[in-house]
């Protein structure tokens, strides 16, 4: 590990001007390429306490050994020479867009004397025309095979074309009128071309003038009582119109345009682009890629923009890009697409109407390839094991945790505390040994306390069911009731983790050694910086953003915030619905909703005698007499108020809350996202 004073430049020797800079490591190999407005300036920002960088900027510093620089005139030369430095040098501490997969274009080659229409992957090649990319090839030959119909351009191989040039016959959609077959000189060369010339344009969205076209041809065929081929006509036509139809009009200004949109966490993101061409949905693609740099939104997109476009030229860069966040600065790269396009270049945020609504669903295209990706990863056996097994060497365990347990406190400014724990075993996650608590030792905030008392109760379970096992006695296991279903609290995990940093993790060892428990081993995780903690160290262990041990011990928090902020929403739910009919012994659902319907309101029910109440269906004089008692000892609510208006609104129907077991470490299942609203944790 190098420390970047060694290898700083001396003051006055970086000029204060645009350019490009690399860092090498002691192999002179390139690990870091970037551009700044001023070299000076950002260089001197890698150059200072190593505290104060960025995870991944500290990594990346201390794995160099040189940095070097070239000046440039503008920051548009600069992102030029970035993306070619980039492509060049593949730094390993650059963001790399990669393909999930090789996506298909349809493509023309129109650099050839018989265009040819077919599927190509791969490298894009110069005087082909390229549509898409297509989410399948099959789509692209659904697409062609009803589109030959109309505009039959070749689409056999050159082999194929040849061996029927020197027979003299066609090949079979030649026979059947889906090919010109200028092989067998059917059709001019000239003529040919201009047909693979109509067939680009209208796969390039000028569809309009086709279909006028054909139709005009169609009633003159009528007219002049040609039946037959005006029928051919009006098949072709309708070819065309359910060629179009495979690309809905999202856009109905017929607008060319790009719409990128991004899905991340800490660790990676997500990119998918739809192509709208003519108004329509023309292609769609996305990639994934490991957060390797410090990079906001905007660097991604920038990133993403590079990536799309750095070998495009023409019409291949569209009039419109529409982006989430746009890059700092954004005029650089708003001029460089200029350049590329050869034409004005528009790059912006979309607020409102169609192109809002299109992106939003661009976005959750980004989220499900995220989502999916993930759970490829996870479900990988050979991918979980390294992940235990990355854990166990970074935390000095003996062996890899196949039970891991992650404990998470949970609460809206000190109100409804409660706790979540979650079981990962093998690398999966195990919904049915979840666990939830609430915070009974104390009143108000205080996360290190309240995980303190969870790791306590939870583990005081563990060593009384070993206790009336005779487990201690005769090493038998234990583990099961006696129906044959699992202890609650029978399993212990090999690792503990905790969502936060040094305090809480202080706390739930406190909490194993005040039980004796010094088998189990204890763990962090920071979410500002992804950073493991360990009891008692100073300094945190920090995993590879690329670990598969810090991917899984990411899942496993995250997991464990979502189960306790999904348990404490519900439980504030109930208490905000609460009804003073919930303390009348034997009055079920049913009979609440019953009286509620009959009186209206909890005012009105209160106002009743003992004899209205009876003559509710279902409720006996004794019942009543509970339900009027129940209710004078409630103190009326508060009156609601409309925010919106001020206004003091009339008493609503009180709701019945949805079961939920209070009891600490009750199983239940997972349940709604783990969005956080206001102050809430």
């Not at 650059?94 to 997969?101: A, G, H, T």
């Not at 619905?577 to 009979?591: I, N, Q, W, Y």
């Amino acid at each position: 590990m190098a420390d970047p004073s060694s290898y700083r430049p001396k003051p006055g020797q970086i000029p204060d001007s645009p350019g490009v800079y690399k860092f090498r490591d002691e192999h002179r190999r390139v690990i870091y390429v970037g551009k700044a407005k001023s070299l000076r300036q950002r260089l001197a920002s890698y150059f200072q306490d190593l505290a104060n960088l960025h995870p991944r900027t500290r990594t990346m510093v201390t794995t160099a050994a040189a940095v070097e620089w070239t000046v440039v005139s503008t920051e548009v030369e600069a992102l030029q020479l970035e993306y070619s430095w980039i492509k060049e040098y593949d730094p390993r501490f650059n963001v790399k867009y990669r393909d999930d997969k090789s996506y298909p274009y349809l493509a023309v080659t129109m650099n050839e004397q018989f265009p040819r229409v077919q599927v190509m992957r791969g490298q894009k090649k110069k005087g082909v025309r390229y549509f898409g990319p297509y989410g399948h090839a099959w789509a692209i030959r659904d697409t062609v095979d009803l589109l030959l119909r109309v505009f039959p351009v070749r689409t056999c191989s050159a082999g194929v074309f040849k061996n029927a040039a020197r027979t003299g016959r066609p090949c079979l959609l030649g026979y059947i009128g889906k090919c010109s077959a200028p092989c067998v000189e059917r059709i001019s060369a000239e003529d040919h071309r201009e047909l693979a010339e109509e067939f680009s344009d209208f796969m390039a969205g000028r569809t309009g003038t086709y279909i006028r076209r054909l139709e005009r041809q169609m009633t003159d065929a009528a007219e002049e009582m040609e039946y037959e081929r005006a029928a051919r006509l009006r098949d072709d036509i309708e070819a065309l119109k359910k060629a179009m139809e495979k690309s809905a009009v999202v856009l109905a200004d017929a607008t060319d345009a790009d719409l990128i949109a991004l899905a991340e966490d800490e660790l990676e993101a997500a990119v998918q682009i739809f192509h709208v061409r003519g108004g329509r949905v023309r292609g769609q693609r996305g990639w994934v890629t490991d957060k390797v740099e410090a990079v906001t939104t905007g660097d991604l997109v920038e990133h993403a923009l590079q990536q799309l476009y750095g070998e495009e030229t023409g019409d291949s860069v569209p009039k419109e890009v529409l982006v989430p966040a746009l890059p700092d600065p954004v005029e650089p790269v708003q001029e460089w697409l200029t350049e590329r396009r050869g034409s004005n270049v528009s790059l912006r945020i979309p607020q409102r109407g169609d192109k809002k609504s299109l992106m939003e669903t661009v976005q959750r295209n980004a989220f499900q390839a995220l989502g999916l990706h993930k759970t490829k990863r996870a479900s990988d056996l050979t991918t979980r094991s390294r992940a235990l097994e990355e854990i166990a060497e970074a935390l000095d365990l003996d062996s890899a945790p196949l039970r891991i347990e992650c404990y998470d406190i949970s609460h809206l400014q000190g109100d409804d505390v409660v706790a979540s724990m979650v079981v990962f075993e093998d690398g999966l996650q195990r919904k049915g040994e979840y666990r939830r608590f609430q915070i009974k030792g104390f009143e108000g905030q205080d996360d290190v306390r309240s995980m303190h008392e969870v790791i306590t109760r939870r583990f005081k379970r563990y060593l009384a069911d070993k206790e009336k096992t005779g487990e201690w006695a005769d090493g038998e296991t234990g583990f099961t009731e006696e129906d044959g279903r699992p202890k609650r609290f029978a399993y212990p995990p090999q690792l503990v983790v905790v969502d936060g940093g040094q305090p809480q993790v202080a706390a739930a060892q406190k909490a194993l050694d005040e039980l004796g428990i010094d088998d189990i081993a204890v763990c962090g995780l920071a979410k500002r910086l992804e950073e493991v903690w360990l009891p008692g160290d100073d300094d945190p262990v920090v995993l590879p953003r690329t670990s598969e041990g810090l991917y899984l011990l990411q899942r496993v928090r995250d997991e464990a915030h979502r189960f306790a902020i999904t348990y404490q929403r519900a439980k504030r739910a109930r208490r905000f619905k609460a009804s003073p009919l919930d303390d009348v012994p034997g009055l079920g659902e049913t009979r609440k909703q019953t009286l509620i319907k009959h009186f209206g309101s909890v005012k009105k029910l209160r106002s009743a005698t003992i004899d209205q109440i009876c003559e509710v269906p279902g409720i006996g004089r004794k019942t009543a007499e509970a339900i009027a008692v129940a209710l004078a000892q409630a103190a009326p609510a508060a009156p609601a108020v409309n925010t919106a208006t001020g206004e003091i609104m009339e008493d609503v129907e009180d709701g019945v809350p949805e079961t939920m077991e209070g009891s600490s470490g009750e199983p239940v299942s997972a349940g709604a996202s783990d969005d956080r609203r206001g102050q809430e944790r």
